[in-house]
T-cell receptor, first 113, second 115 residues
Framework: GENVEQHPSTLSVQEGDSAVIKCTYS??????FPWYKQELGKRPQLIID?????GEKKDQRIAVTLNKTAKHFSLHITETQPEDSAVYFC????????????FGTGTRLKVLA | SQTIHQWPATLVQPVGSPLSLECTVE??????LYWYRQAAGRGLQLLFY??????ISSEVPQNLSASRPQDRQFILSSKKLLLSDSGFYLC??????????????FGDGTRLSIL
């Protein structure tokens, strides 16, 4: 079945450094890729998404890149701050023939002050 | 704008007792609705999804069931809870249909503890 692999499972960076989280998906029909941030005890919140007709999207310190040929997409956070500490989930969805979002297993990001 | 409400926020139940968690969405019609469970420190496990009133798809065999009695209402139930049912239950919605490239939006979740 469809699968999304996410790496690394944990990531520690110094405040001000960059963080990169990578995901690989299996369903070549996937063409929508959201990223969620989940703080401890809270709901996952959408932080950025990308659609298959775009290779890169940026929103202030957050960017997402997509390589459809390799079936990879990545989240880049620059100038990290302590409030970026959370669990990040990637997801993939094919916009035809399915209603499901396939989630990665999550990355726990810790930004060290 | 659209909002999603989930209740209760926390629940402590004895083993063998019944369960009913409710989720409602406002500001949209004919949404796709989803129930997820998240064990402590783990990922999101899809339990059920619904694309319309009375239409329920089950992803994982278990002692839970779901119902959608109204367009924007999604209920998660159990007749007899097990210890393994403990977890953080999240309801989510997305724009209806299967041609949508829109995100899911999550409710605030219900933290369920089974004693």
């Amino acid at each position: 079945g469809e699968n999304v692999e996410q790496h690394p499972s944990t990531l520690s960076v110094q405040e001000g450094d960059s963080a990169v989280i990578k995901c690989t998906y299996s369903d070549s029909a996937s063409n929508y890729f959201p990223w969620y941030k989940q703080e401890l005890g809270k709901r996952p919140q959408l932080i950025i998404d990308i659609r298959s007709n775009v290779g890169e999207k940026k929103d202030q310190r957050i960017a997402v890149t997509l390589n459809k040929t390799a079936k990879h997409f990545s989240l880049h956070i620059t100038e990290t701050q302590p409030e970026d500490s959370a669990v990040y989930f990637c997801a993939a969805r094919a916009t035809s023939g399915t209603y499901k979002y396939i989630f990665g297993t999550g990355t726990r990001l810790k930004v060290l002050a | 704008s659209q909002t999603i409400h989930q209740w209760p926020a926390t629940l402590v139940q004895p083993v063998g007792s019944p369960l009913s968690l409710e989720c409602t969405v406002e500001g949209t019609s004919n949404p796709n609705l989803y129930w997820y469970r998240q064990a402590a420190g783990r990922g999101l496990q899809l339990l059920f999804y619904s694309v319309g009133i009375g239409q329920i798809s089950s992803e994982v065999p278990q002692n839970l069931s779901a119902s959608r009695p109204q367009d924007r209402q999604f209920i998660l139930s159990s007749k007899k809870l097990l210890l393994s049912d403990s977890g953080f239950y999240l309801c989510a919605w997305s724009v209806g249909g299967h041609h949508s490239n829109q995100p899911q939006h999550f409710g605030d979740g219900t933290r369920l503890s089974i004693l």
